[in-house]
């Protein structure tokens, strides 16, 4: 079991471009949650999906931030027009099932620069 | 929402003493605590988790303590070696309501271990 992927595991963008965040989660896990990291303080909640479906999404900014977990394929958290506020680590976690008690696995991250 | 206090934000021990790091919560719903080690540059992972159920586990070094009255929770290393250094992570889960595990991660502590 590779565990959770996430790539890419650097990306540096200029201020107003498109980051394309991916996560594959562990063999045999639909639910999905990703966390944002700041420099030098704890992990934030962003948004929760399963399969086709966003469940929460409390944590994530209105503007700009979007992410889906397809039927088929990775889990993709894209953030449009990125501005310098954005640089973080960006990691995503996957359980088999959504309930409170299962541990989260995380991925590797992937820590995006703005310029 | 819930809100996850950590301390201290930093903290320096000898090789061989104890290492305690302590968390207090907010929402007096939260029912699952686990802890997450994140070395340098590294993605966090599990080291240990208390349900609140249960006042006390211990897992070789570490143990975890839960006061639900007090709503505070604490990390407890012992015979500590230079491989425990790393940000120490503490989580809170509230599931009331939902039946997901969307973590509250406190600040989190930075642990030296001197040789």
């Known amino acids: 079991n590779a565990g959770v992927m996430q790539n890419p595991r650097h990306l540096v963008r200029r201020r107003g471009q498109e980051a394309r965040l991916r996560c594959s989660p562990m063999k045999g896990h639909s639910h999905v949650y990703w966390y944002r990291q700041l420099p030098e303080e704890g992990l934030k909640f962003m948004v929760y999906?399963?399969?086709?479906?966003?469940?929460?999404e409390s944590g994530m900014p209105k503007e700009r931030f979007s992410a889906e977990f397809p039927k088929e394929g990775p889990s993709i958290l894209r953030i449009q027009q990125v501005v310098r506020g954005d640089s973080a680590a960006y990691f995503c976690?996957?359980?088999?099932?959504?309930?409170?008690?299962?541990?989260?696995?995380f991925g590797p991250g992937t820590r995006l620069t703005v310029l | 929402g819930e809100n996850v206090e950590q301390h201290p934000s930093t903290l320096s021990v000898q090789e061989g003493d104890s290492a305690v790091i302590k968390c207090t919560y907010s929402d007096s719903a939260s029912n699952y605590f686990p802890w997450y080690k994140q070395e340098l540059g590294k993605r966090p992972q599990l080291i240990i988790d208390?349900?609140?159920?249960?006042g006390e586990k211990k897992d070789q070094r570490i143990a975890v303590t839960l006061n639900k009255t007090a709503k505070h929770f604490s990390l407890h290393i012992t015979e500590t070696q230079p491989e425990d250094s790393a940000v120490y992570f503490c989580?809170?889960?509230?599931?009331?309501?939902?039946?997901?595990?969307?973590?509250?991660f406190g600040q989190g502590t930075i642990l030296t271990v001197h040789p």
């Open positions: 976690a996957s359980s088999p099932t959504g309930g409170w008690y299962n541990e989260q696995f």
């Open positions: 989580a809170a889960v509230n599931a009331g309501g939902t039946s997901y595990g969307k973590l509250t």
């Open positions: 208390i349900r609140s159920n249960v």
């Open positions: 999906l399963q399969k086709e479906n966003i469940i929460d």
